[in-house]
């Protein structure tokens, strides 16, 4: 497999194990969605696109074209995580509230939205040292013997 891919996914991977954890600390019982769900600490997303830039600046030089596209890409998720999905998620809470207070003795669809579809900038730079730790972890060269 590709290294930098291989890393990549392992920071992404490692990041939502992470989250097991962190929801843990946070309610005190263990949660095995959190794995597979969106928005929580670290990000994932973030984890994975820093890895890959990083990696790619490692093994191909940080004046490399694909670098520059690798970083891109990173900026525009890592905006995204905090800008857009985040305020979807404030969005669906809000939204919720309003279904919880409509619903006391009303006919309404009590079907809830997925709050936690973004990221907090903290967990989007938690997500972006993971993904650096693992890029250096996987790319950097072994000290040959003494």
Known sequence: ???????????????????????????????????VESGGMPSSHTSFVVCLSTSIGLVDGWNSSVFAVAVTF??????????????????????????????????IQDKRLKELLGHTPKEVLAGALLGICVALAFNLPLPLGP
């Open 1 to 35: 497999m590709n290294t930098i891919l291989g890393a990549s996914l392992f920071a992404m991977l490692f990041a939502q194990f992470l989250k097991l954890f962190t929801h843990m600390m946070q309610t005190r019982r263990l949660n095995l969605m959190r794995f």
């Open 74 to 107: 990173a900026l525009i998720v890592m905006y995204d995580a905090t800008g857009v999905r985040r305020a979807a998620g404030l969005q669906a809470r809000v939204l919720n509230q309003i279904i919880d207070e409509l619903g006391k003795g009303h006919m």
